[in-house]
Each structure stands twice: as structure tokens, then as C-alpha cells.
């Protein structure tokens, strides 16, 4: 906690932020995402862990504190929204909780980021971390 003005609030550690290409490296992985045509990518983040990448494309910090249940609706949530969209391109995405081709894993939050790599929501680097 720290007090500002005679108020309490509390500090929420940076689990992920958004970089630019010249950004040094400050947090252990990294990803672009959000897709553009071309191989490019919209947006790039950096963050503590796979969830912190979860949260990174929900743009929500919160999501790194939020219960079981919460994450996993999140998951399903973006998943969902993805398959819907995708059929604008004529593919068929599922919605699951096991790696399968065409499916977005909703299992976990490694899990989910490799699937969506998979179908090309998202890219790692080479190492995959």
C-alpha cells in the first residue's frame, strides 16, 4: 500500500507493458498481436509471464489477480469473439480445451497464446517465450 494526499491505495505491479521496435527489453516475453495485413502486426507488449500476455491483449492489469473462474471467462470471451470473426475470412475457428488444428485452447494461459499463435492472432519469437 502506499498513501497519497492521506489516501490509501494500492500498487499494482507491472505484470506487461506495450512496446515500441526500439524498446529494450525490460520484461521476459514478448509478443506482437492484433494483426494487419502483410505479416504486420498492430501492437507489440512485453510482460512477466503468459498471463501477463492475457491481460496485455484484454488491455486489462487486473486480469493478472483476477479469480480462476474470471480468467477463464475471459479466455472464452476473446475466443469466441475470434471465431466469430474469423468466419469473415471463411475459417472456421473452435472454441476448446485441448490443442487441435483450427481451435483456440482456452485450457490455460499458455495454453490460449500458443493456440492463438497457431491460427496467427499473435506472434512470439523464435524461442517461443
Not at 491505495?9 to 505484470?15: F, P
Request: aromatic fraction near 8%; proline fraction near 7%.
Amino acid at each position: 500500500m502506499s498513501t497519497y494526499a492521506g489516501e490509501a491505495r494500492e500498487v499494482i505491479a507491472e505484470v506487461y507493458r506495450y512496446v515500441q521496435p526500439e524498446t529494450p527489453p525490460g520484461l521476459p516475453l514478448r509478443m506482437l498481436f492484433q494483426p494487419a495485413q502483410g505479416g504486420a502486426f498492430y501492437r507489440a507488449c512485453e510482460a512477466d509471464d503468459y498471463r501477463g500476455l492475457v491481460a496485455a491483449i484484454l488491455d486489462d492489469p487486473e486480469f493478472e489477480t483476477a479469480s480462476l473462474a474470471d480468467r477463464l471467462e475471459a479466455r472464452i470471451r476473446i475466443a469466441n469473439d475470434l471465431a466469430l470473426i474469423s468466419q469473415l475470412e471463411d475459417l472456421q475457428l473452435r472454441v476448446g480445451d485441448q490443442d487441435q488444428p483450427g481451435a483456440i485452447n482456452v485450457h490455460g494461459d499458455e495454453e490460449f497464446i500458443h493456440s492463438l499463435e497457431r491460427i496467427g492472432f499473435l506472434s512470439l519469437p523464435p524461442s517461443g517465450t
